[in-house]
């Protein structure tokens, strides 16, 4: 089960929010006018596989257990086997654990 | 003093007890397999003597020995060890304990997807960039070292129990000791700036001010000028202790400020821990406790 949390951070300046490492992940977004950098947390629960990756590589495949907490997007599989075929699919680049 | 050359290389008795090859030697390294078939390798610099001696008496003198059949104890002599630059012993069905050496020119030591049981013993290892124990069955405590040129550290999914002592490991990229049965954490998380992945998930970390004192220490780790990658952080899962609020905090911060991305156990007293165990509050030891 993916829960995603809204969050604002106070940044000053665009340029500066462009600069932080929330800005190009998904659900992210600036406003200038209220200075806030509003970003999604997801919160990843339950014993399904989670396939978290930028669109580009895998950043984790993480066999379901406690929760996990990223920027990143999420997918949830209930087997290896289909979150790597997703991964082929995709063709994101996969180094973990290699 | 090594016995390398006949007749002292291959074992002229047949009958119990004297069936184990009296000519070797503790220059030697010894391992027992129970698979149908051998092909280790190991790669070497200049022209030492090799010599693989396999339980059926025959003997090897190649780097990469391939369709061996032997069953049982083997041996293996360099002469001398210093040349050996990578040893990779993957899925060779090896059950029994071994005696690892200096290596001390090993840039990759590899024993992946066997059986291996017993103690490991470690040595300093300068050389190695990557020292793969992962998938056996070690049991015994782990004396992790400075490893300086280390860039992966794979010890997972083993049975070292006891005090898992983190070093500063500068090159390190990839830190794997999950699946195990560590009970404790020593050391600081700040150094390595360079982990891309650190995995203690599965084991049994029962204290959240150790827990607590790692996200801590990620947080300084995150921040240092000379981090260029993201990390993926994983301490869930065994009975490994959730954070407190104050730990959650730290979480929030790599996850929200550095990127990161990060697996616990839930945060002690939460409701999520209250959950899984029916609507009991627990304490970080999973004992119950009164509300």
Redesign the interface.
């Known amino acids: 089960m993916i829960k995603l949390i809204s969050?604002s951070?106070n940044i000053s300046t665009g340029v500066e929010a462009q600069a932080?490492?929330?800005f190009n992940?998904e659900g992210s977004s600036y406003n200038g006018v209220t200075k806030e950098l509003t970003?999604t947390?997801k919160e990843v629960?339950g014993e399904d596989w989670r396939l978290?990756h930028d669109g580009k590589k895998v950043?984790?495949l993480?066999e379901g257990?406690?929760?996990?907490?990223?920027?990143?997007r999420c997918l949830e599989f209930k087997t290896e086997k289909e979150a790597l075929a997703e991964i082929d699919k995709m063709g994101l680049i996969n180094e973990?654990?290699k | 003093m090594s016995f390398t050359t006949s007749p002292f290389t291959t074992n002229p008795w047949t009958t119990e007890p004297y069936t184990s090859n009296s000519w070797g030697t503790d220059d030697a390294f010894y391992f027992t397999n129970d698979g149908a078939t051998l092909t280790p390798l190991i790669t070497v610099t200049g022209t030492p003597d090799i010599l693989w001696t396999w339980s059926d008496g025959t003997t090897d003198t190649n780097a990469n020995p391939t369709d061996v059949t032997s069953v049982g104890e083997n041996s293996l002599l360099v002469s001398d060890w210093d040349a050996v630059v990578y040893l990779y012993f993957y899925l060779q069905s090896i059950t029994s304990a071994i005696k690892t050496k200096e290596w001390k020119n090993a840039v990759r030591i590899l024993f992946h997807a066997n059986a291996i049981t017993g103690s490991l013993q470690t040595w300093d290892w300068p050389n190695a960039k990557r020292i793969q124990f992962y998938d056996n069955n070690f049991y015994s405590t782990l004396q992790t070292k400075a490893w300086e040129n280390a860039e992966l550290l794979y010890f997972h999914s083993n049975n070292f129990f006891g005090e898992l002592k983190i070093w500063p490991w500068a090159n390190a990229t990839e830190l794997y000791f999950s699946s195990n049965d560590f009970t404790s954490i020593s050391g600081s998380f700040q150094p390595q700036i360079k982990m891309t992945v650190c995995r203690l998930d599965g084991n049994d970390v029962t204290s959240s001010s150790q827990i607590d004192s790692m996200l801590s220490d990620l947080v300084i780790n995150a921040a240092d000028a000379g981090r260029v990658a993201v990390c993926n952080v994983n301490a869930s899962g065994g009975t490994m202790s959730g954070p407190t609020a104050a730990g959650t905090a730290n979480k929030d911060i790599l996850v929200d400020t550095y990127g990161w991305t990060v697996t616990l156990n839930a945060e002690v007293g939460s409701e999520a821990v209250k959950d899984s165990l029916g609507g009991i509050l627990t304490d970080s030891l999973g004992e119950a406790v009164t509300e």
């Open positions: 969050k951070l932080h490492s929330a992940k970003i947390q629960t978290i950043v984790a993480i257990q406690g929760i996990t907490y990223t920027l990143d973990v654990g």
